[in-house]
Nanobody, 116 residues
Framework: QVQLVESGGGLVQPGGSLRLSCEGSGLIFRAYTMGWYGQAPGKERELVASVTSTGSTNYADSVKGRFTIYRDNAKKTVYLQMNSLKPEDTAVYYC??????????WGQGTQVTVSS
C-alpha cells in the first residue's frame, strides 16, 4: 500500500526556518504530483505548494518568496524548505501524492508552530 511519511516539523521562532520531508513508498513516485497542504487551527486544509512530475511548481500567494518545494525522485522524497517563518504559518502540514483527481494519498501530517 501507499505510504507517505512526513518529518521535520517543530517549534520555531518568527523569522526562523524549517525543512519538511515526505518520503513515499508503494508508488511510482516520479509519476505523481506532490503537494504540501497546511491546515491551521479552525481553518480548512489549503494547498501551500506543489510540484508536478515534470518539475513545475505552484505556491500559495502567502508563501511565495519564502517557501521552496523540491523533489528527489531517487529518494522518493519531496521537501518543503520554509524560510522567514511567520506566526500565521502555524499549521499541521500534510503531504499529498496525486496522479489523477480520483487517485490521491495523504500523509499523517507534521505540526509546525511559529511562536515567540
Amino acid at each position: 500500500q501507499v505510504q507517505l511519511v512526513e518529518s521535520g516539523g517543530g517549534l520555531v521562532q518568527p523569522g526562523g526556518s524549517l525543512r519538511l520531508s515526505c518520503e513515499g513508498s508503494g508508488l511510482i513516485f516520479r509519476a505523481y504530483t506532490m503537494g504540501w497542504y497546511g491546515q491551521a487551527p479552525g481553518k480548512e486544509r489549503e494547498l501551500v505548494a506543489s510540484v508536478t512530475s515534470t518539475g513545475s511548481t505552484n505556491y500559495a500567494d502567502s508563501v511565495k518568496g519564502r517557501f521552496t518545494i523540491y523533489r528527489d525522485n531517487a529518494k522518493k522524497t519531496v521537501y518543503l524548505q520554509m524560510n522567514s517563518l511567520k506566526p500565521e504559518d502555524t499549521a499541521v502540514y500534510y503531504c499529498n501524492a496525486a496522479i489523477t483527481s480520483r487517485t490521491s494519498y495523504w500523509g499523517q501530517g507534521t505540526q509546525v508552530t511559529v511562536s515567540s
